[in-house]
């Protein structure tokens, strides 16, 4: 702040150091030039320094539960059904032509031209590996879409939010819930499901 108001680096505050920390802010160099930092002063801490390590088990426990089945991943929020949906289809990728959520070639197919008519560009490279998302942000014919694809069995794995609970049918080998907190808008913070919720 200082760097950027002439007025306040010849007040007291000019011998004042800042700490700008972050977990999520991708353009910490944009940042730094704003703030006139040198390149010396830009300190980017990976998951090496987490004190513990984080892990992902949804891939593992739907290959131990899922095989070749149906499974619905319930996330918290959006963001968090499409990072979902993301994780589990780099995962796929990584299989080749052996990914778990395809059995054949047939069914490849399918998914592929599915793909193509979905306007989301992000579910469109997910569908190739059978994995998708549902949740109130997809314009109704990508939702129609991904919804017939998973009674289909074409997509095995469908990350989703709560939304998909109230009122759409879409039977499920698996269900798998990814958090039981909810961010509830009225009081601005995170809050546990209550049992029945969870249960549904």
């Given at each position: 702040m200082l760097a950027?108001?002439?007025e306040m680096k010849s007040s007291s505050l000019a011998s004042v150091r800042f700490l700008a920390v972050s977990a999520t802010i991708p353009n910490i160099e944009d940042i730094a030039e704003w703030l006139n930092v040198p390149v010396q002063g830009i300190k980017r801490f990976g998951e090496e320094m987490r004190p513990v390590k984080l892990t992902t088990k949804v891939f593992d426990i739907l290959m131990q539960?899922?095989?070749?089945?149906?499974?619905?991943?319930?996330?918290?929020?959006?963001?968090?059904?499409?990072?979902?949906?993301?994780?589990?289809?780099q995962t796929a990728m990584t299989y080749g032509y052996s990914n778990p959520f395809i059995k054949d070639r047939e069914q490849q197919e399918r998914l592929r031209e599915a793909s193509l008519s979905c306007s989301?560009?992000?579910?469109?490279?997910?569908?190739?590996?059978?994995?998708?998302?549902h949740n109130g942000g997809l314009c109704l014919k990508d939702r129609n879409l991904i919804e017939g694809l998973f009674l289909k069995g074409d997509v095995q794995?469908?990350?989703?939010?709560?939304?998909?609970?109230?009122?759409?049918?879409?039977?499920?080998?698996?269900?798998?819930?990814?958090?039981?907190?909810?961010?509830?808008?009225?009081?601005?913070?995170?809050?546990?499901?209550?049992?029945?919720t969870i249960l549904q």
């Open positions: 950027c108001n002439p539960y899922s095989r070749g089945k149906s499974a619905l991943v319930f996330c918290s929020t959006r963001k968090g059904a499409q990072e979902a949906a993301q994780q589990l289809s989301d560009k992000q579910m469109q490279s997910y569908i190739l590996y059978g994995v998708g998302y794995v469908l990350c989703t939010t709560n939304t998909l609970a109230h009122g759409i049918n879409l039977p499920a080998h698996t269900v798998v819930i990814k958090s039981t907190q909810y961010f509830n808008k009225e009081k601005g913070l995170y809050m546990e499901h209550d049992r029945s």
